[in-house]
């Protein structure tokens, strides 16, 4: 039974029957004791069951009848009248009333020494063992630790198997075993949360592993226990799931996820750097309409990509129409991974004129998207990009896209000076944006100086990430141009630009739209020309539509700007044209940096 793999129970109940039918006087026991020094009834098949379970939990020593005796000693004890032996005074009215006389208990050690059980014979008259009972009792007591250890090895594996070696709570495949028997609960009396640490890759990528090792222990520590009733595994590198099964919480989600969030938010020291754990939850519970475990799980990922996508540090329930929601953007990102692997991924480029001159002086390259015979324009898909793999492989390629079209441009001598590539927060956060575009410009041997990076207020912000605004830093530093694109829409202000400067500023059309209507916005633009040139910063207008709306703006000094009324985002060879017919000549001085952005002098 031990060489097949049966169980530690089954297979000392075998060994005790097949000792009774050898030894028909006696009654056969074996009991194991844990770490704490208790014992717990194993195999006892002829003993009554009340009998058995008085034994469970009692503390071995040297008054604990004749099993936890011989375990507190290590030796063996007889005990040939258990009415009258002292050891045997707190057990005896267990053990008379069932017609058990005697007791004679050997400890089963194992290779250190230690006791991990017991086997026992009980008499039904006062008496000791036999010679020949002796010899039983020698090959029951290796036999039974044969059957310990190997189960001790099976329950060691599993343990490995279902523990994650860093934070010692349980892993996915223990997730996976759990969700498995919820499919036995009634509908309703469990929820899921799905939680991400917001910093780990920071920790990591500042302090180092070691850091976010213990980033990781810490911050398991404080979710395991921040809801003792709860249930908590570490799923993924830094992603764990809470099954929670209390009513206080079920009826409350928002508080549990808040009494985590609350745990996390205390500074760690992880190897002397101290760092807040931040997170992001996202919820499920099951009920009448989300009956199936696997629809719960896919909910609360549901719920954690609309919270993180919303706002990383709080907690997201899932509600009914989420799953329509993430189920297009799923479904944007599989088409996007498609055109990307396709080589459907175009460069389309919208001019920037000199308003009075009407000559362009620059490009911004905007990302198009071909199906079929249908150019679908960037905000079509703009879902997909949301996703930090998807935004990042869509800035790679145009990059390689507009890095070859310069070639071109280049080798054909046409004046051209810039052109303007937009930038999500995943490749400034993310760290890949510098890599991808000094590898695309040298593979074709274009000089950086012919680039701008344009990112929007909110990823200039970066919600609060100070590795985005960083990364805006460090690339100035090393000479490379950034526009600040959609300015007034979002939270960013003048005010930013004295600590985080950038080289252009970009006027959101809503402004441009409303200079006929009222003077406000002509003053705002007026006043954001008059410091930006005081900060030697170049401001140009975007979305302008109208003839009118060109005369407005050159009245109050703007000189740059972009629009359909000039011309629309158009494929590479409309472009080539609108360079060779309105391009402005570079000035001599800059023929050979092509430095000089835009010439407006």
Request: proline fraction near 3%.
């Amino acid at each position: 039974m031990i060489a097949k793999g049966a169980g530690l129970d089954t297979t000392c109940r075998a060994l005790c029957e097949e000792v009774e039918r050898l030894l028909p006087d006696v009654v056969c026991s074996v009991l194991t004791v844990d770490d704490a020094g208790r014992m717990h009834p194993l195999a006892a098949p002829s003993l009554p069951e009340i009998y058995s379970a008085a034994l469970e939990g009692v503390e071995i020593g040297p008054l604990a009848g004749s099993c936890g005796t011989a375990a507190y000693l290590g030796t063996d004890v007889t005990v040939r009248n258990i009415e009258t032996d002292i050891r045997w005074a707190a057990f005896k009215h267990l053990a008379l009333p069932h017609g058990l006389r005697a007791c004679w208990s050997s400890p089963i050690a194992n290779v250190d020494g230690n006791v991990v059980a017991t086997f026992a014979f009980y008499y039904r008259r006062a008496r000791g063992p036999t010679a020949f009972e002796r010899d039983v009792v020698a090959n029951c007591v290796h036999l039974s630790l044969i059957a310990i250890e190997r189960h001790d090895r099976v329950v060691e594996h599993q343990r490995r198997a279902f523990t994650d070696a860093l934070t010692q709570l349980p892993n996915r495949a223990a997730y996976n075993a759990a969700l498995a028997d919820l499919e036995n609960h009634e509908t309703g009396d469990w929820a899921l949360f799905v939680l991400d640490l917001d910093n780990l890759k920071v920790v990591n990528d500042t302090f180092g592993h070691h850091a976010g090792d213990r980033l990781l222990q810490i911050a398991s520590d404080r979710v395991a226990t921040a809801i003792p009733s709860s249930r908590t595994f570490r799923i993924g590198g830094d992603e764990f799931a809470i099954v929670l099964t209390a009513p206080e919480n079920l009826h409350d989600l928002d508080s549990a996820a808040g009494h985590i969030l609350g745990a996390l938010a205390v500074s760690a020291d992880c190897g002397g750097h101290f760092v807040i754990p931040r997170a992001t939850i996202g919820g499920a519970i099951r009920s009448s309409d989300e009956p199936v475990v696997e629809r719960v799980r896919q909910n609360a990922d549901f719920a954690l990509y609309h919270a993180k996508e919303s706002g990383r540090g709080g907690f997201v329930r899932y509600w009914s129409g989420l799953g329509s929601i993430m189920t297009r953007r799923l479904a944007a990102i599989r088409a996007v991974g498609a055109a990307l692997r396709e080589d459907r991924i175009e460069a389309y480029y919208q001019p920037i004129f000199r308003l009075d001159t009407r000559e362009v002086v620059g490009l911004e390259a905007l990302c198009r998207m071909r199906v079929g015979d249908t150019v679908m324009s960037a905000a079509s898909f703009h879902e997909a990009t949301t996703d930090a793999h998807v935004a990042t492989a869509l800035t790679a390629r145009m990059l390689e896209l507009v890095a070859r079209d310069l070639r071109r441009w280049l080798d054909m001598g046409i004046p051209f000076q810039h052109v303007g590539i937009n930038v999500s927060s995943a490749d400034l956060s993310s760290g890949t944006i510098e890599e991808s575009l000094t590898s695309a410009f040298e593979r074709e041997g274009v000089g950086l100086e012919h680039v701008i990076l344009e990112v929007t207020e909110t990823v200039y912000m970066g919600r609060g990430d100070q590795a985005v605004q960083q990364a805006i830093v460090n690339l100035r530093s090393k000479g490379i141009r950034v526009a600040l694109d959609d300015f007034g829409t979002g939270y960013a202000s003048l005010t930013h630009l004295l600590t985080l400067p950038v080289d252009v500023l970009k006027i959101d059309k809503t402004f441009v739209d409303h200079l006929g209507t009222d003077g406000v916005s002509a003053t705002i633009i007026e006043s954001l020309i008059r410091i930006a040139r005081k900060m030697d910063i170049r401001i140009v207008a975007e979305g302008i539509e109208s003839e009118e709306q060109v005369e407005q703006l050159l009245a109050i000094g703007c000189v740059l700007g972009q629009g359909f009324v000039f011309a629309p985002a158009v494929p590479q060879e409309a472009a080539t044209k609108l360079l060779m017919s309105k391009g402005q000549p570079v000035a001599p001085s800059a023929r050979d940096t092509c430095a000089s952005f835009p010439v407006v002098d």
